[in-house]
């Protein structure tokens, strides 16, 4: 079964979903998130505070158990290494063996992390105010609205920037079936190659492209909205 990933909606809509997660977070950690305004959507770009993200897990079901999260806060100027966070989360069952052939963490590796609950606490308290980048950011959305509804009993909602959805957007062409992976993307705009499947290199390599990506694009004055994960 694949993530359900929530629809993205601008507007008034939005800010009804925002308003009613932020009901029903009331007394958990997550309100912590939620009593942080979100940027409005019409706010200039080199305005917004941005955090790159990315999991690693034991598969893309709604029940897949995560194992790593892996961030770093950055602007349209840097990359804010100082805020690099890889965090190992406890895995509460036997991993899959063909999921452990991709992110190459053991189960012995696995039981060492720290509690889920720990780990997302502390991640969404970062995320509070924040623009949420990821390469192919619906799996990082849905994956934030399942811990959450798992462990807090209240969906995320969120601003979402998706690198593989900007580059279609901006720099539409035909591409090979993996043309959109992350690893070709960089290796297109000259970036280095890096391990792939580790949370905080994957993030760094996602803020990386989109650096590269804003400054293919020459574009001036950009708002918010001209880069939000659309559909």
Known sequence: MRLAVPSWISGRLWRRRWEQ???KAAG?????Y????????????????????DFESDGLGEDAA???????????????LSTARRERIRAR????????TIHQITDSQAAKGRPEKDVVDE??????????LAHFAQIEAGFLNAVCQR????????????????????????RAADGL????????????QYRAHDGLTDAIACAELFLAQLARSGAKDLKLSDILMRG
Do not use: N
């Open 123 to 132: 991640l969404v308290e970062k995320l509070a105010g924040k623009i949420i």
């Open 93 to 100: 069952d036997a991993l899959q063996e063909t999921a452990v």
């Open 28 to 32: 958990t950690p997550l309100e912590i």
């Open 181 to 192: 992976r992350l690893g070709k993307l960089r290796a297109a705009y000259g970036l280095p």
């Open 21 to 23: 997660a932020k009901e």
């Open 151 to 174: 462990q807090y009993d209240a969906p995320f909602v969120g601003h979402f920037v998706c690198t593989m959805q900007l580059e279609q957007r901006w720099f539409p062409k035909e």
């Open 66 to 80: 995560l194992l790593e999260a892996g961030w770093v806060g950055m602007d349209l100027a840097s990359i804010d």
């Open 34 to 53: 939620y009593r942080a305004s979100p940027p409005a959507e019409d706010v200039e770009l080199d305005e917004v505070a941005i955090i790159a993200l």
